[in-house]
């Protein structure tokens, strides 16, 4: 059984930006959960606390070797509440993950227990105008005080949140990617299929040179031969080819979004063909050319569906439907997110209401 999880709540609650002024990941709401962990006690002492910067010794274990996970999801307002999609499904990434990075794993249900309540204490925060959610954050730290490189004994579970802008303002709308061929994102048996933080670090500077470039995004090809697709930005990568829909296979390098499985589900009930498989970049440039390639789009909780308009391989400028969002990409877009709200019937029952009080 795990302990109850105790609320402290703030004396004074902070001004809430206006729906129509939000933007991603900059305002965080009046609270925040937390939960310890040592070898004696395992997972203890959850509490929903006032937000609040987080006491680290300079040489906890975090600040010099990554020994971090985080995981990220969405609630959205609905007609009678408040709605999670699939947060079982973020609970089981992050014990995967955690186990990865060598830390204790915890309860998936306490996990979504805890997201509810934290959720349920910040109800106001959850903005109501279309479009807007507020996008959760749980992630873990390492701070065991010791510079040696081992497996901390002790770490900080902490579940911060924030309310954010619709993604796509004026509509779903095409972005310019351009496929890196320098740096690379993961490799199979490495940390790829984790959300860790270092996974990151170590693609800022392809992003960088790409936004140097004009680009959004870049498009990670694989970390051996360089030459199989895998992500799109921090997002999974589908493409239309020949009316079949194409997605690279995880393999331990790609990291298994949630979105990424429930497309899939819902293109193949809509009865379309979907090849989960290796995709190389001279397969696609090769379908381009022979004007078989329709679409390509991003996947991935913050944006839900992103649409691809150009593709530059090594010079070779690939312009995608004409810069348009495709047809499947729209549907899938209105659909997921009609979903995600609760507008649209969900058949797959993968939103969860959040008791509001
Ligand atoms: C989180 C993430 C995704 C998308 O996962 P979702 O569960 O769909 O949000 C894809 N790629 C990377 C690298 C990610 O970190």
């Given amino acids: 059984m795990m302990e109850e999880i105790k609320v402290e709540k703030v004396d004074k609650r902070k001004a809430r930006p206006a729906d129509g002024e939000l933007s991603f990941g900059r305002t965080f709401t009046d609270h925040m959960f937390t939960m310890e962990y040592d070898e004696n006690k395992g997972w ?67 996990f979504v227990q805890a997201i509810k309540e934290a959720v349920r204490v910040d109800q106001d925060w959850i903005p109501a105008k279309e479009g807007t959610s507020l996008y959760i954050r749980p992630f873990i730290l390492a701070n065991e005080v010791y510079l040696g490189l081992k497996p901390s004994s002790h770490y900080k579970f902490v579940i911060i949140m924030s309310p954010v802008a619709a993604y796509y303002p004026q509509g779903i709308k095409p972005t310019r990617i351009y496929v890196e061929t320098e740096y ?119 944006a839900i569906i992103s649409p691809i308009g150009e593709l530059n391989y090594n010079g070779l400028k690939m312009e995608i439907n004409d810069f348009e969002t495709g047809e499947v990409a729209s549907k899938l877009y209105k659909t997921l997110t009609g979903i995600q709200t609760g507008k649209v019937d969900d058949p797959y029952n993968w939103t969860e209401e959040i008791p509001l009080d």
């Fill in 184 to 302: 690379v994102r993961a490799v199979r048996g490495g940390t790829g299929s984790a959300k860790t933080g270092g996974n990151y670090a170590g693609s800022l500077k392809a992003q960088s040179s790409a936004a140097d470039k004009g680009y959004d995004e870049v498009l990670w090809l694989d970390g051996v031969e360089r030459e199989y697709v895998e992500e799109v930005g921090a997002m999974n990568v589908f493409f239309k080819i020949d009316g079949k829909i194409v997605t690279p296979e995880l393999g331990g390098s790609v990291l298994p979004g949630i979105t990424r499985d429930s497309v899939i589900t819902m293109l193949e009930d809509w009865d379309y063909d979907v090849e989960v498989r290796k995709i190389s970049i001279e397969d696609i440039a090769q379908a381009y050319k022979d004007g078989r390639l329709e679409e390509a789009f991003g996947t991935g909780t913050a």
């Fill in 44 to 110: 203890h002492d959850p509490k929903v606390v006032p937000y609040q910067p987080l006491e680290l010794d300079p040489a906890a274990a975090c600040c010099h070797y990554g020994q971090t996970t985080f995981e990220g999801l969405k609630a959205y307002r609905s007609n009678n509440g408040a709605l999670l999609f699939r947060p079982e499904k973020n609970a089981e990434r992050f014990n995967n993950t955690n186990r990865r990075m060598c830390i204790p794993e915890m309860d998936p249900e306490f």
